[in-house]
Antibody
Framework: EVQLVESGGGLVQPGGSLKLSCVAS????????MSWVRQAPGKGLEWIAA????????YYADSVKDRFTISRDNSKNTIYLHLNSLRAEDTAVYFC????????????WGQGSLVTVSS | DIVMTQSPLFLPVTPGEPASISCRSS???????????LDWYLQRPGQSPQLLIY???NRASGVSDRFSGSGSGTDFTLKISNVEPEDVGVYYC?????????FGQGTRLDIK
């Protein structure tokens, strides 16, 4: 059974940093691209970052570029999202999602991790 | 970035009746390989999103055949043949043609 479990969320002050983790199980993690998608309270879905499987190429939305970093450790079946220079508008539930191999769709999602940026 | 526009934003439906959601993209989502890179997701209250339809018209594994997707290029439609209470939630279209992925605003479906 495919599972994605996020952790690391919490309350952080504006300008602060946080690291989210997403541990995957139930599939050959190495070959799958992975993404982070966030959802501000009461708002819609926003894709923010992706990382390819084997090569580890990364892609970012303009809203987080140069502040957030996506990475992966294939030996631990884990992807990370390093959040720096946090702003109030970064407050959201952060989901990790698996992208299909043959189709560019998010076929599995984690349960989400809440990040609150407030003083 | 490709802008995705859904309508309507709110959709009250009587159980057993059909429902339809439109999604338009600011650029064609038709890849040279002949596939449209357009997905539909449902986010039920308090849950993570789930994939319903991929590549415009393909039902994801385990998705009821009451759901169908159609369209090509810039205009797409999600249809639900007979709405059931379990269909309540927010429906999103998403384009994956470009590396910068974008979602529609979401359509909230409620039961009358």
């Amino acid at each position: 059974e495919v599972q994605l479990v996020e952790s690391g969320g919490g309350l952080v002050q504006p300008g602060g940093s946080l690291k989210l983790s997403c541990v995957a199980s139930g599939f050959t993690f190495t070959i799958y691209p992975m993404s982070w998608v966030r959802q501000a309270p009461g708002k819609g879905l926003e894709w923010i970052a992706a990382i390819s499987g084997v090569t580890g190429m990364t892609y970012y939305a303009d809203s987080v570029k140069d502040r957030f970093t996506i990475s992966r450790d294939n030996s631990k079946n884990t992807i990370y999202l390093h959040l720096n220079s946090l702003r109030a508008e970064d407050t959201a539930v952060y989901f990790c999602a698996r992208e299909g191999i043959t189709v560019a769709s998010f076929d599995y999602w984690g349960q989400g991790s809440l990040v609150t940026v407030s003083s | 970035d490709i802008v995705m526009t859904q309508s309507p934003l709110f959709l009250p439906v009587t159980p057993g009746e059909p429902a339809s959601i439109s999604c338009r993209s600011s650029e064609s989502l038709l890849h040279i390989n002949g596939y449209n890179y357009l997905d539909w997701y449902l986010q039920r209250p308090g849950q993570s999103p789930q994939l319903l339809i991929y590549m415009g018209s393909n039902r994801a594994s385990g998705v009821s055949d009451r759901f169908s997707g159609s369209g090509s290029g810039t205009d797409f439609t999600l249809k639900i043949s007979n709405v059931e209470p379990e269909d309540v939630g927010v429906y999103y279209c998403m384009q994956a043609l470009q590396t910068v992925i974008t979602f529609g605003q979401g359509t909230r479906l409620d039961i009358k």
